[in-house]
């Protein structure tokens, strides 16, 4: 284990000197690594009510974060969940066993303690120690810094210890939670039911994606890590669930990213007898309601940027955007070569088979995603690359569907689903030929689910949000990893 400031030789010398600190209490008859302890208030409960509790006992847990001794006196700070609280220790008040106790205190022990809450002649709230117990000890050194490290991964990789010096870290994550508890309250109050599906899948399906394959000995059959619940939300709802949602983990097997995770969390959204425009306004007010509820405000500061989610956002249809942003005006382009040579021709590289919709799709990725900073509702994806969207009426080459992109981010995509099952049979069997030239993230064909349509499944509405990526713009995090706590990273010797 390195540290930022202390050298591996240092460490190594801290932790032996710590190991002999272990030996001699337990020589002494003490046990370093104690059990339950009852405590009854925690460290911003002191502060808090500093007025109506001066001079009462308490008793407190956590970890000393410093200590500083002066003769027969010292302070030490403990950091529990809530925050910092200053111990002071006094041997006229310990004793010499408890006192040789405090005297043995390293950075990063746990501790029980038992003290009257007072005020320091510096004007400090703080607990005048009677009694202490050992709950764990240390045996690593804390590090001296450790943001700015040269090797940031560090922090991912010990996230244990990046939680125990870092507060802010400790507060994205508190904050990540209460987002998802924010969405449940939403959705729970508008009807819809929590529900859960399979992670481990026959056939992947939901998203086009490469799956993680794993294989179960009994029943002598490969399974995949869900990439998506999309299918199984939906067999909810031909079996009469009109409005459900699921706050999922799902896996793809893809490269890693400031913006991708291959074990990532998502919301799916499904109402009967909606659409997407439903969902649009449905996730509008979903996270313009949160975002207000977390922040206090709509307005959030990001890399420099000020990200007004304040209703309506900006409606977009795709083909719109890419005139826009990209100087192509698709509403002119008929043919799949014609639309391969305006691509060519502003330097976005396609296949030489691409048809004019995955064309279409290729320069907005490539041309128009960088360009949308605030809020933003893209709609009508090219069917080709949309196969569980319902056409557009209107321009059946094109789909009843939207994604909406912070920061240049993705954060949501949904349809009007597709409940036709002669048309998803046909989509299907498109995906099946890709996957069949080569393309590894096409969709398999899934009869199992196609059944289920037949039975006949409603109308209904879709969606999909991000997680990790909406608690970014939540806590103006930069990288992905900073809102997972135990992100996937490369293998490497601590």
């Known amino acids: 284990m390195s540290h930022d400031g202390l050298e591996n030789a240092d460490v190594n010398q801290l932790k032996k000197i710590r190991l002999e600190k272990l030996k001699e209490m337990r020589d002494a008859g003490i046990e370093p690594f104690g059990t339950r302890f009852e405590r009854d208030t925690d460290a911003q409960e002191i502060l808090d009510n500093f007025e109506t509790i001066e001079g009462r006992t308490v008793k407190l847990a956590g970890r000393i974060m410093s200590k500083r001794r002066h003769g027969k006196a010292g302070f030490a700070d403990l950091q529990d969940m809530s925050g910092n609280i200053q111990l002071y220790f006094r041997y006229n008040d310990l004793g010499d066993d408890k006192y040789e106790l405090f005297k043995k205190l390293d950075i990063g022990d746990i501790l029980g303690v038992e003290g009257a809450v007072f005020k320091t002649q510096k004007g400090e709230i703080s607990v005048h120690i009677n009694?202490?117990?050992?709950?764990?000890?240390?045996?690593?050194?804390?590090?001296?810094?450790?943001?700015?490290?040269?090797?940031?991964?560090?922090?991912?990789?010990?996230?244990?210890?990046?939680?125990?010096?870092?507060?802010?870290?400790?507060?994205?994550?508190?904050?990540?939670?209460?987002?998802?508890?924010a969405i449940r309250n939403y959705l729970d109050r508008r009807g819809f039911l929590e529900v859960e599906t399979p992670m481990m899948h026959p056939i992947p399906g939901g998203a086009a994606a490469r799956p993680f394959i794993t294989f179960h000995n009994t029943l002598d059959m490969q399974l995949y890590l869900r990439i998506a619940p999309e299918l199984y939300l939906k067999r909810l709802l031909v079996g009469g669930f009109e409005k459900v949602y699921e706050i999922n983990r799902s896996f793809r097997n893809e490269g890693i990213s400031t913006r991708h995770n291959p074990e990532f969390t998502m919301l799916e959204v499904y109402q009967a007898y909606a659409d997407y425009l439903t969902m649009m306004d449905l996730i509008e007010d979903l996270i313009s309601t949160v975002v207000a509820e977390l922040n206090g405000s709509l307005s959030v500061e990001i890399e420099g940027r000020t990200i007004d989610f304040t209703p309506p956002w900006r409606r977009l249809s795709m083909l719109e955007a890419v005139k826009e942003y990209a100087g192509v005006d698709f509403e002119q382009i008929f043919s799949d070569e014609q639309a391969r040579r305006e691509a060519d021709k502003?330097?976005?590289?396609?296949?030489?088979?691409?048809?004019?919709?995955?064309?279409?799709?290729?320069?907005?990725?490539?041309?128009?995603?960088?360009?949308?900073?605030?809020?933003?509702?893209?709609?009508?994806?090219?069917?080709e690359v949309s196969p569980l969207a319902k056409k557009n009426s209107e321009k059946p080459e094109l789909t009843d569907r939207f994604e909406l992109f912070i920061m240049q981010r993705e954060l949501a995509n949904?349809?009007?689903?597709?409940?036709?099952?002669?048309?998803?049979?046909?989509?299907?069997?498109?995906?099946?030929?890709?996957?069949?030239?080569?393309?590894?993230?096409?969709?398999?064909?899934?009869?199992?689910?196609?059944?289920?349509?037949?039975?006949?499944?409603?109308?209904?509405?879709?969606?999909?949000?991000?997680?990790?990526r909406l608690v970014m713009l939540i806590t103006a995090s930069a990288s992905i990893r900073d809102v997972i706590l135990f992100p996937t990273l490369r293998k490497r010797e601590l």
Do not use: C
């Open 131 to 181: 009694d202490l117990v050992y709950l764990s000890k240390s045996l690593n050194p804390l590090p001296e810094k450790w943001h700015g490290l040269k090797d940031v991964e560090l922090r991912y990789r010990q996230r244990y210890v990046d939680l125990i010096v870092s507060p802010e870290v400790k507060e994205v994550f508190i904050k990540r939670s209460k987002t998802i508890r």
């Open 414 to 468: 949904a349809f009007s689903e597709l409940n036709d099952p002669l048309d998803q049979r046909e989509r299907f069997q498109k995906q099946a030929d890709k996957r069949s030239s080569g393309d590894t993230e096409a969709h398999m064909m899934d009869e199992d689910f196609l059944n289920a349509l037949e039975y006949g499944m409603p109308s209904a509405g879709g969606l999909g949000i991000g997680i990790d």
């Open 346 to 383: 502003i330097q976005v590289k396609v296949e030489a088979d691409s048809s004019r919709g995955e064309v279409i799709n290729e320069i907005f990725e490539q041309r128009v995603e960088e360009k949308l900073i605030q809020p933003t509702f893209i709609y009508g994806h090219p069917l």
